[in-house]
């Protein structure tokens, strides 16, 4: 077939024959004219470029957008991961330093609890730890009872004080708790409960054979700071259960006194205990040994409840009371105010009328 299409209509058939549009003739007919005319070829092969340059721009277009979207992406997350990390702070910081936690008993310490008149109880309280504070505080009476609440925050200039003097009217109330009814018993029936009560109480124990918690008992009750170091013997093997101290220093009519008082509340606090045994060494018994001078003696738990019987009825005749008369020592641990009551008879007795 002759060669015979123009540059011109080539140049017009171009377009189809790079897209593979044309029939077989004018294909052949387009490829012989290429082979014979290099401007024709030229202007072919820069159109068949065009595609790829084009596609190669939009490519670029679309990764250039794919990059902005990216990093419009990652401001947007760590804008969203900071003000999260911003709320969550300042939710603890609310938590903190504003809304606080309730009152716990065990982070106050109540300085004077003192019943000044019938009518009235003057509490002087104080935070345990240095950084705290107080807020909130409010006094609820219901059936007799009153309880004492606050709110515990992290000192801050907003809320500074960890301190707090309240006066709370004793009219018709039976009982004063800090921290609601469940926390600690400050006032009961005429009587402040003192912290010692209550941890005593806390140290309780039902065997007169648990050595840990018998030396829990006579720390709480401090015996070898006012008398002096001791050893203890405990006798669990057969009934009558004994804890036997023998003491180093020597002892005087008060320290006989002191170690009664403390005898009857351990007798109150082991529940299996029957006696208190004690050997000790009397002042101005010189000239013999030591083994010769020492002296024994018992407080049994009968002896005990014998001895408080006699003193609350003496009691209630003198102050006008109706404090009940138990018959054994153990009821007197069954609650924080008849502990305080035994105590009272106790330091009544023993120490104020010595």
Known sequence: MKNDLT?????????????????????????????????????????????????????????????RVKKGTA????????????????????????????????????????????????????????????????????????????????????????????????????????????????????????????????????YCGDAPALGRIAELLQISRVMGPYTTTLHTSSEPYVWALEFQEEFGEGDLRQLRYYAYQMLALVENLDKIAYVYEPEAANGRTREERLQRGTVSAQNA???LAGLTEKYNQEHNTDWPIHESVKEYAESPLEYQRMVTLLTEHLIYRY
């Open 7 to 67: 540059c011109g209509v080539v140049r017009d058939l171009l377009p189809s024959y790079i897209e593979g549009l044309l029939g077989e003739d004018s294909r052949k007919a387009v490829d012989r004219h290429l082979e014979s005319c290099p401007a024709c070829t030229a202007q072919k092969e820069a159109m068949a470029a065009m595609p790829r340059a084009e596609e190669a721009e939009e490519t670029a277009k679309e990764v250039n957008y794919l990059k």
């Open 75 to 206: 401001k947007k997350i760590v804008l969203a991961v900071a003000c999260t990390a911003l709320v969550l702070l300042g939710g603890a910081a609310l938590k903190l330093f504003v809304i606080g936690t309730p009152l716990q008993p065990q982070s106050v310490a109540v300085a004077v609890a003192d019943r000044q008149d019938n009518n009235t109880l003057y509490l002087s309280l104080s935070s345990v730890g240095s950084g705290n504070a107080f807020h909130g505080w409010k006094v609820e009476t219901v059936d007799g009872v009153t309880s004492i609440y606050a709110r515990d925050v992290l000192a801050s200039p907003l809320y500074s004080s960890g301190q707090a003097e309240l006066s709370v009217p004793l009219n018709f109330v039976r009982e004063v708790w800090l921290g609601g009814t469940t926390g600690r018993l400050l006032w009961a029936d005429g009587l402040v409960i003192s912290r010692n009560t209550m941890d005593l109480l806390d140290a309780k124990t039902p």
């Open 305 to 307: 409840a014998r001895l």
